[in-house]
Nanobody, 126 residues
Framework: QVQLVESGGGLVQAGDSLTLSCSAS????????MGWFRQAPGKEREIVVG???????FYADSVRGRYTFSRDNAKNMVSLQMNRLKPEDTADYYC????????????????????WGQGTQVTVTT
């Protein structure tokens, strides 16, 4: 059973940067496809970035060029660097790990992920 714990959320102004971290225990992040999702109030959970075990990635159009995923196998954690934040980035952000698919599979659907963190809130003001 993999446990994921996110941290780093907060209240920032538009244009600021923020880094979210996700620490894993009970499993090794390099053995899973990893993803960051977000859910804004009244909206469905959506993929932000997905990374395969091989390192291939998918970024949502809304964040491409502003967000960067990284994985630190030695620390067994993943991070999400968020730059040039916008008010529409306001949401609860979730880290997820998925064991399905191949080594090269990037999982973009929430249903394909097996383990989830509790979420961390990001609020971007104008």
């Amino acid at each position: 059973q993999v446990q994921l714990v996110e941290s780093g959320g907060g209240l920032v102004q538009a244009g600021d940067s923020l880094t979210l971290s996700c620490s894993a225990s009970g499993g090794t992040v390099s053995n899973y496809a990893m993803g960051w999702f977000r859910q804004a109030p009244g909206k469905e959970r959506e993929i932000v970035v997905g990374i395969s075990r091989a390192g291939t990635s998918f970024y949502a159009d809304s964040v491409r060029g502003r967000y960067t995923f990284s994985r630190d196998n030695a620390k067994n954690m993943v991070s999400l660097q968020m730059n040039r934040l916008k008010p529409e980035d306001t949401a609860d952000y979730y880290c997820a790990a998925g064991g399905s698919g191949t080594y090269f599979s990037v999982l973009t659907a929430a249903r394909n992920y097996d383990y989830w963190g509790q979420g961390t809130q990001v609020t971007v003001t104008t």
